[in-house]
């Protein structure tokens, strides 16, 4: 009688996680090509390896990725503020691009970690 009583709550939790990947995977970039530089691909091969194996560790190298991305950041709005005229422009358009590289990196974080979650309920379920 208690299982009949946890499913309508287990099964309320995944089709929540559902609609987050399905609001995730709603959230890409379009046809625009991410931009790449060391400390991207670091974050993006990090993330990789979360997502095949979900562990605490994983999970740390994912966040010093982005400690590192955060430094090539701060470093390209130094520069930018040492700059004019189109150097400047073409600077900043950079620092841009790389700002929406790292959010993108971030949500593809996030959907990780909810599949994993998702992947743990299913498996407490069994």
């Known amino acids: 009688m208690n299982n009949i009583a946890a499913q309508p709550k287990n099964l309320g939790l995944i089709f929540l996680l559902l609609g987050f990947g399905i609001f995730f995977s709603a959230c890409g970039s379009g046809d625009k090509p991410p931009i790449k530089t060391v400390e991207t691909e670091s974050a993006q091969r990090a993330i990789d390896g979360y997502e095949s194996k979900p562990t605490d560790e994983a999970k740390v190298k994912v966040e010093q990725a982005f400690n590192e991305l955060d ?7 130094v520069r930018v503020e040492k700059v004019t005229g189109d150097t400047r422009a073409e600077a900043n358009k950079k620092l841009s691009d790389l700002k929406a590289r790292k959010n993108e990196l971030r949500m593809d974080f996030t959907e990780a ?11 407490s379920v069994r």
């Open 71 to 77: 430094g090539e950041i701060k470093e390209l709005e």
């Open 113 to 123: 970690k909810f599949k994993a979650l998702a992947d743990d309920i299913k498996n």
